[in-house]
């Protein structure tokens, strides 16, 4: 999840291609209707019930309406995802989700999506992804911590944040960076400075207060061009689900001898 951009696609990719490195078999679930194309074609996917593009053909929508039309109609036919999932109901899944952030946030639709693969006792794990070049601007991340937040709350799904994109920060950003990864509510309030309007400042020690009390949001970084960056997200993802537990024990591989020793 995350909003518009961030590389939820991308994340999908890179972590389909990794664990396919790593021999775990695993399926791509777009819930995109507007998406166009994958790199790894998805074995579940909501353009097979709807696409954005006849509901905004058919019913005159918008982008924004028309998705949101996509999603409630997936959850009218919710036996149609109910069936499509029996067949991976042993299997892990990546689900790839649109950017609209309200989906998440004020909308039950993500909600109800969860509830129905959970009725079906699959585990879940939120990923939220944000871009690491919010840190040049910290009033832009902190409104990104707090959708990551509300996403959290609103799902009530264990949950990872990620801040996406690092191979595009400079080595001074990257090394900045680790102050994020906690978010310290003096970041924002650091950077009031005399020109700020009293009441603006005001606001943000209250944000940054909320942020505070929840004392739940922290990110890890991701960085696709370096493998241990994608292995620590995946093993963290797997904690959350508890995958290693579940996997069966695997028989030890045959020794070969050699006959002439
Ligand atoms: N350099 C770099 N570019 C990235 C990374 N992740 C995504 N991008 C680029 O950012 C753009 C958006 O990436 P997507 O993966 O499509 O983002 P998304 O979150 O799926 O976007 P929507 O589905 O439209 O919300 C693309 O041009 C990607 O190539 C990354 O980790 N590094
Ligand atoms: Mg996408």
């Known amino acids: 999840m995350g909003p518009a951009g961030t590389g939820k696609s991308t994340y999908c990719a890179t972590m389909m ?27 579940i996917d909501i353009r097979d019930l709807i696409t954005l593009e006849d509901v905004m053909e ?20 919710m036996d149609w995802l109910e069936e499509e999932l029996g ?13 609209q952030i309200e989906l998440y946030t004020h909308f039950p639709i993500m909600r109800r999506i969860c509830d129905c693969l959970q009725r079906m006792h699959f585990r879940i794990c939120g990923v939220y992804l944000l871009e690491s070049q919010f840190i ?3 009033s832009k991340f902190f409104a ?24 595009l920060l400079g080595k001074v950003k990257r090394r900045e960076l680790e102050r994020y990864f ?22 943000n020690k209250k944000i940054v ?12 970084p991701l960085n696709i061009t370096d493998e241990n960056s994608i292995t620590m997200i995946l093993s963290h993802v797997d904690d959350s689900l508890q995958f290693e537990e579940d996997q ?12 002439e020793l």
Do not use: W
């Open 17 to 43: 291609t990794h664990c396919q490195n790593i021999g775990r078999s695993v399926h791509l679930m777009n819930l995109d209707p507007a998406a166009e194309k994958f790199e790894y074609k998805p074995s």
């Open 182 to 203: 906690d978010p310290d509510p003096s970041l924002l309030t650091d950077k009031a400075n005399s020109s700020m309007n009293p009441k603006f400042h005001e606001l």
């Open 136 to 138: 040049e601007d910290n």
């Open 248 to 259: 069966e024990p695997k028989e030890p591989k045959d020794i070969e001898y050699d006959d």
């Open 58 to 77: 058919e019913l005159q929508y918008g982008p924004n309406g028309g998705l949101i039309y996509c999603l409630e109609f997936l959850l009218n036919n």
């Open 144 to 167: 990104g911590v707090l959708s990551a937040m509300s996403a959290m709350i609103s799902l009530e799904i264990p949950h990872i944040n990620v801040l996406s994109k690092m191979d």
């Open 209 to 220: 207060q909320l942020i505070d009390d929840y004392n739940m949001v922290s990110f890890m």
């Open 87 to 99: 067949e991976y109901d042993d299997d892990y899944l990546i689900i790839d989700c649109p950017g």
